[in-house]
T-cell receptor, first 115, second 114 residues
Framework: EPEVTQTPSHQVTQMGQEVILRCVPISNHLYFYWYRQILGQKVEFLVSFYNNEISEKSEIFDDQFSVERPDGSNFTLKIRSTKLEDSAMYFC?????????????FGPGTRLTVT | GDSVTQMEGPVTLSEEAFLTINCTYTATGYPSLFWYVQYPGEGLQLLLKATKADDKGSNKGFEATYRKETTSFHLEKGSVQVSDSAVYFCALSERGGSQGNLIFGKGTKLSVKP
């Protein structure tokens, strides 16, 4: 069964460093998402991406964040200058995008630790 | 804005016990409602969904009914198993379609003891 994959599973970085989190969505999916979950808190929407551009973003997704689909398979989240409060589990999701197909498929997550 | 509130965990039950995890929502429109489950070390998986009032979603013995009058979508299972141990997330999508972002509750950790 096709699945969303994410790498790395755990990333440790120092404050101020840039990090890139990688995701490979399911191959025929058209909509891609990033969510994050700070330990003990809710899963929060960051950004959605369709047709090579951001379709929606939350107020969390400020200028420090960017997303890219550099090729036909990868979908990346970049944090330019990490802060301690960026420490969280980051989930990638994708969906086929057809009417009525509401399920978003999630990856296993990348745990980001900023020290 | 839209929000989802679900009961605090952890919830610990014995095998074959009845499970209820409460979930209520606040939304301006007519959202679709979801329960996602996260098994240890894995990603979020859709457990069940309901797209309009009075719909009942069901899967793997779990059920939830979309109650517009009480703005609720409580998850129930008549007889839990050890393999049901996981974190359960209630979520809504305001647009009701695949393009809409999901708004999640905090998650409820369920532990089922043999």
């Amino acid at each position: 069964e096709p699945e969303v994959t994410q790498t790395p599973s755990h990333q440790v970085t120092q404050m101020g460093q840039e990090v890139i989190l990688r995701c490979v969505p399911i191959s025929n999916h058209l909509y891609f998402y990033w969510y994050r979950q700070i330990l003990g808190q809710k899963v929060e929407f960051l950004v959605s991406f369709y047709n090579n551009e951001i379709s929606e973003k939350s107020e969390i997704f400020d200028d420090q964040f960017s997303v890219e689909r550099p090729d036909g398979s990868n979908f990346t989240l970049k944090i330019r200058s990490t802060k301690l409060e960026d420490s969280a589990m980051y989930f990638c999701a994708s969906t086929v995008g057809l009417a009525g197909a509401v399920e978003q498929y999630f990856g296993p997550g990348t745990r980001l630790t900023v020290t | 804005g839209d929000s989802v509130t679900q009961m605090e965990g952890p919830v610990t039950l014995s095998e074959e016990a009845f499970l209820t995890i409460n979930c209520t929502y606040t939304a301006t429109g007519y959202p679709s409602l979801f329960w996602y489950v996260q098994y240890p070390g894995e990603g979020l998986q859709l457990l069940l969904k309901a797209t309009k009032a009075d719909d009942k979603g069901s899967n793997k013995g779990f059920e939830a009914t979309y109650r517009k009058e009480t703005t609720s979508f409580h998850l129930e299972k008549g007889s839990v198993q050890v393999s049901d141990s996981a974190v359960y997330f209630c979520a809504l999508s305001e647009r009701g379609g695949s393009q809409g972002n999901l708004i999640f509750g905090k998650g409820t950790k369920l532990s089922v003891k043999p």
